[in-house]
């Protein structure tokens, strides 16, 4: 089973990471928005006092100059204090409306310079200068402003309950949502682990509330009936074949053993690679009789005498070497093993066989310690490795790894450069094997 993403976690965790950039980018705006708010409300109010006061001014030059708690204004540069005249030789920081910002306008520093500046031409060549006024720097410092500061309190609690009241059920939504979402998944998945049993593919299937939910389990049971039909097909037709040549290979058997009799106890080497070829015929076709049972009962088992099966099996399929150059390497430890003899005989003389016929002059070498058995040969260089290579196995290298499945055996398989090496490991319990 393949571990992965939970669909659950990766829905909540993207609805979640959505609500804390909101929060986030809602946090960095307000504060910038509501200076910004300021500074356009101070703008408003010094621009439409400049704008009086030049009216009245073109009226009368004499008219006194704006003046009251929050800003100040003076007629000409030479009349600015000091401070104020030396922001003014540097570029403001942000021009807002009708005013001008010098200084850092985001600075901790209470003794860092920070003023905002309206400039209004008089007409006359004269400009009207107005600035705010930091009363911190005063005698007795500002004045404070119970009320207000309590309803400015007031609002920034407000802000604080309202982004609240709107994370805590966006919350609640989305835990909502993940449920209703992810629970038809759930039950999809566990209905997906119950199709393995036939009485459950063809009762009636559960809705899953969303149609393409529906649509992916119609697929997923359709998919799972092909499959059990193909299976059964396959076993039918193996268990068809397998029971058919018992009768024309007993006859064969028959007959070799009729003109063993003839001859003399004797048969010519044709005949006994006719009779050879028959017995491991039957052999092959028992197996697969046994494979084609849909729960098959446990061969019986034996003490069995690797070196001796090993030895036999060796001379009974040394024709295959012929005139070649190929030297045996044999190291079986003797030590009885309780074992199902036939299939024990079927698997390592289908790898044996495979060795002594399709190796390159060399050695083959043959290793038993119990639990695992290894052969191994030359072959000739390979090119890359194809899914159906299985260097001419009498059954196939497949049908090996199924029979081994079922017998609880494991295979493995290690294709080199020009080496091809099976180990097969005798240890009972869940069949497995690996390539590499």
């Known amino acids: 089973m393949r571990n992965g993403l939970s669909l659950k976690w990766v829905i909540s965790g993207s609805f979640l990471c959505l609500i804390a ?9 307000l504060p910038e928005f509501t200076v ?3 500074f356009y409300t101070a703008s408003a109010m010094m621009e439409e006092e400049a704008q009086y006061f030049l009216r009245h001014y073109k009226q009368d030059p004499t008219t006194p100059t704006p003046h009251n708690y929050f800003y100040t204004s003076v007629i000409g540069k030479e009349a600015l204090p000091q401070d104020v005249r030396e922001l003014l030789t540097t570029s403001p920081s942000l021009s807002f409306g009708a005013v001008n910002i010098f200084g850092d306008l985001y600075s901790d520093d209470d003794d860092e310079p920070f003023q905002i500046i309206l400039e209004q031409p008089l007409g006359d060549g004269n400009t009207l200068y107005m600035y705010d006024i930091d009363h911190d720097k005063e005698a007795g410092g500002e004045v404070e402003t119970p009320l207000s500061d309590a309803y400015f309190d007031q609002v920034i609690e407000s802000v604080k309950f309202i982004s609240l009241a709107v994370f805590v059920p966006a919350l609640i939504i989305i835990a909502l949502l993940v449920w209703w979402l992810v629970r038809p998944l759930g039950r999809l998945v566990q209905w997906s682990g119950t199709l393995k049993d036939p009485e459950a593919l063809a009762g009636t299937r559960p809705g899953f509330s969303f149609k393409e939910f529906n649509m992916l389990a119609d697929a997923l049971a359709k998919s799972v009936e092909q499959v059990q039909a193909a299976s059964e097909r396959e076993g039918r037709l193996l268990r068809y074949t397998s029971h058919e040549l018992r009768t024309p290979l007993a006859v064969l058997k028959a007959t070799i053993e009729l003109l063993t009799l003839q001859s003399g106890g004797a048969l010519p080497p044709s005949l006994q690679r006719i009779e050879r070829s028959v017995l491991n015929m039957q052999l092959i076709a028992e197996t697969l009789l046994w494979m084609s049972r849909e729960r098959p009962e446990s061969l019986p088992e034996e003490d069995v005498n690797l070196s001796e099966v090993v030895g036999e099996l060796i001379e009974k399929h040394r024709y295959l070497i012929g005139n070649r150059d190929i030297k045996l390497s044999i190291d079986i430890h003797n030590e009885p093993c309780r074992l199902p003899p036939t299939a024990c005989r079927i ?47 009498g059954l196939g290298l497949q049908l090996m790894r199924e029979l081994c499945a079922k017998l609880g055996w494991q295979i493995e398989v290690i294709r080199e450069q020009q080496r091809f090496t099976v180990i097969l490991d005798f240890t009972s319990g869940r069949g497995g094997e690996s390539s590499s």
């Open 21 to 29: 950039v909101v929060l986030v980018i809602y946090s960095k705006l």
């Open 36 to 38: 910004r708010g300021l």
């Open 347 to 393: 698997v390592i003389g289908n790898f044996l066989r495979n060795a002594l016929q399709y190796a390159e002059e060399g050695t083959v070498e043959i290793r038993f310690k119990y639990p695992r058995l290894m052969i191994a040969n030359h072959i000739r260089e390979t090119g890359p490795q194809q899914e159906s290579d299985d260097f001419g196995y």
